[in-house]
């Protein structure tokens, strides 16, 4: 089956700080996807991720991926109160239909 | 644009009853699959249907069951409901096809408790 791992699965930085979110997988997939989850709330879509070497930012966010090294990253740049949440990562297991593995989720704590 | 619109929201049920939850996807969407997030386990696949063919299944009891409509509405059931079974239950639509583009969007949820 495939896994995801993510880490850190918390993290506390201060306000203008940088971090990066790490997302390992285990088996082959070029589709990757991150989620921001606010407490009590659904999955809203970060970005999509379908070729080895995407590059997407929005904003404070911009997200990377590596199918060579089954890896993708999250970074985040001088972090704001705004951007606390929990972020997970979600690959898509190839020729499973839509079926997504998720990652554990990291729960990001911005502090003023 | 109507996004994914899951009903009822919250739901409270004895053990040993059953549930029947709903998912309304995006209009033009084909794709439904079905999540539940509780947190020991995290998201967990439970299935996913496409026009009204179940395509893949998680691994979860018989007891987790659903079906798609032809207008691609979608439920799911649980029967002989156990505590355990407390969790967000979060629908997600999608275009899916071959070579489309695959991200899923994800309604609010509905939250299960069993008492």
């Known amino acids: 089956e495939l896994k995801v791992e993510q880490n850190p699965l918390f993290l506390s930085m201060q306000e203008g700080k940088n971090y990066t979110i790490y997302c390992n997988y285990s088996?082959?997939?070029?589709?990757l996807y991150w989620y921001r989850q606010d407490p009590g709330k659904s999955l809203e879509s970060l970005f999509v991720l379908l070729s080895n070497g995407a590059v997407k930012q929005e904003g404070r966010l911009m997200a990377s991926l590596d199918t060579k090294a089954r890896l993708s990253t999250l970074h985040i740049t001088a972090a704001v109160h705004d951007l606390s949440a929990t972020y997970f990562c979600a690959v898509d297991g190839i020729n499973t239909g839509n079926q997504f593995y998720f990652g554990t989720g990291t729960s990001l704590t911005v502090i003023p | 644009k109507a996004g994914v619109t899951q009903t009822p929201r919250y739901l409270i049920k004895t053990r040993g009853q059953q549930v029947t939850l709903s998912c309304s996807p995006i209009s033009g969407h084909r794709s439904v699959s079905w999540y539940q997030q509780t947190p020991g386990q995290g998201l967990q696949f439970l299935f996913e249907y496409f026009s009204e063919t179940q395509r893949n299944k998680g691994n979860f009891p018989g007891r987790f069951s659903g079906r798609q409509f032809s207008n691609s509405r979608s439920e799911m059931n649980v029967s002989t409901l156990e505590l355990g079974d407390s969790a967000l239950y979060l629908c997600?639509?999608?275009?899916w096809g071959q070579g489309m583009n695959t991200e899923a969007f994800f309604g609010q949820g509905t939250r299960l408790t069993v008492v």
């Open positions: 088996t082959t997939s070029d589709r």
């Open positions: 997600a639509s999608s275009l």
